[in-house]
């Protein structure tokens, strides 16, 4: 948002109100290093990823660091979260060996949350999904533990199973078998970080541009007097969608979590 | 034909939305239809109604991102 709201700075409103970014990709990008040390820049959102994972940590050294047996209110929301991650989705997707996937669950829940939420964190107002690389590199974790947990449980015949399907007609077994080649080691992580990155880039972008545009209108009252006005319904359907894009980037995380989990079960139980 | 590009990255995303559309309401009116019938299954269907959304949604997601890139 500090991006449009500098271009819109230099938009005389007197003349035009529409005032837009000259491109939106600016909206993402933050090249100018804050500090560097050494050869690598220390842009905002490289410390944001940095905060995000402090934050995570914070949060479960803080929530367990004594564990009691009657947990307080932060405490009892900590393990709803974690039993919520072990039992619903490690265990109740994987099945029982499912909790020894959790961990890697949880964090990556956890810090896709803690990121997702930073779009509607004041002062911050930046998803640290909606860079690519971020989310990219999540699913291409991803895409590593299920290949090499297929590949430990079934060997080679993991491949097999999914390029030679012996459940198919033998007429219509290569195709399903590049068919599913395909979506399997090509396609499932470049969705998977695709489906979080478009949804965060569309919440970040409807927010900036209905706050931005509604605050433009009212900051331009002494230009164009009480035309203002049309900025409330702007910046109220603004505030809608402030509390529409919560539930998306809690959904969001849920979904890359849940997904997660599927693909690794899979792997564990082929042809299922 | 370059100062229309804008314009048929914004048909494409519409054409990419409307597929989704349909069977995201599919999706979400077949859960219900099955929450509604049997109420003690709705955690199951509720799981499998997230999950057949984010597979069905990332076409329209692929749609808007092309938008972009186009």
């Not at chain 1, 047996?69 to 072990?86: A, D, H, T, W």
């Not at chain 1, 990556?108 to 779009?119: A, D, Q, R, S, Y």
């Not at chain 1, 998803?127 to 974790?141: D, E, K, Y």
């Not at chain 2, 109420?39 to 092309?66: D, K, N, S, W």
């Amino acid at each position: 948002m500090d991006v449009l709201i500098l271009a819109s700075e230099e938009c005389d409103t007197a003349k035009e109100i529409i005032c837009a970014p000259t491109n939106v990709i600016e909206l993402f990008e933050f090249k100018h290093a804050l500090f560097s040390i050494g050869p690598l820049d220390f842009t905002r959102t490289v410390i944001l990823i940095f905060l995000a994972m402090f934050i995570v940590l914070a949060l479960l050294f803080f929530a367990f660091r004594k564990p009691k047996i009657v947990p307080g209110k932060f405490g009892v929301v900590m393990e709803s979260l974690v039993s919520f991650v072990r039992e619903d989705v490690a265990k109740g997707t994987i099945g029982p060996e499912g909790s020894k996937y959790a961990p890697y669950l949880l964090a990556m829940f956890l810090f896709i949350l803690v990121g997702n939420l930073f779009e509607l964190t004041p002062f911050i107002n930046f998803p640290l999904t909606s860079r690519m690389a971020i989310p990219l590199m999540l699913s291409l974790f991803t895409w590593l533990i299920f290949v090499f947990v297929g590949f430990s449980h079934g060997g080679l015949h993991y491949l097999t199973g999914i390029i030679w399907p012996k459940s198919v007609p033998i007429g219509l077994r290569w195709l399903v078998g590049l068919i599913e080649f395909v979506s399997t080691f090509i396609l499932r992580p470049i969705t998977l970080a695709v489906r979080l990155f478009a949804n965060l880039v569309a919440g970040h972008l409807m927010l900036t541009l209905l706050l931005a545009s509604g605050w433009l209108f009212f900051a331009s009252v002494g230009d164009i007097g009480v035309r203002a006005a049309i900025g409330l319904p702007w910046f109220l359907f603004g505030l809608l969608i402030f509390v529409f894009e919560f539930v998306v980037a809690v959904l969001q995380a849920y979904i890359f979590t849940l997904l997660t989990a599927v693909y690794i079960q899979t792997s564990v139980h082929p042809e299922h | 034909m370059e100062e229309i590009k804008g314009a048929i990255a914004l048909i494409g995303y519409g054409l990419a939305a409307i597929g989704p559309g349909i069977g995201i309401g599919i999706v979400v009116g077949n859960a219900i239809q099955a929450m509604a019938r049997q109420p003690e299954a709705a955690t199951v269907a509720r799981t499998t109604m997230f999950l057949g959304i984010a597979f069905t949604e990332a076409l329209a997601l692929i749609g808007f991102v092309l938008f972009f890139i186009a």
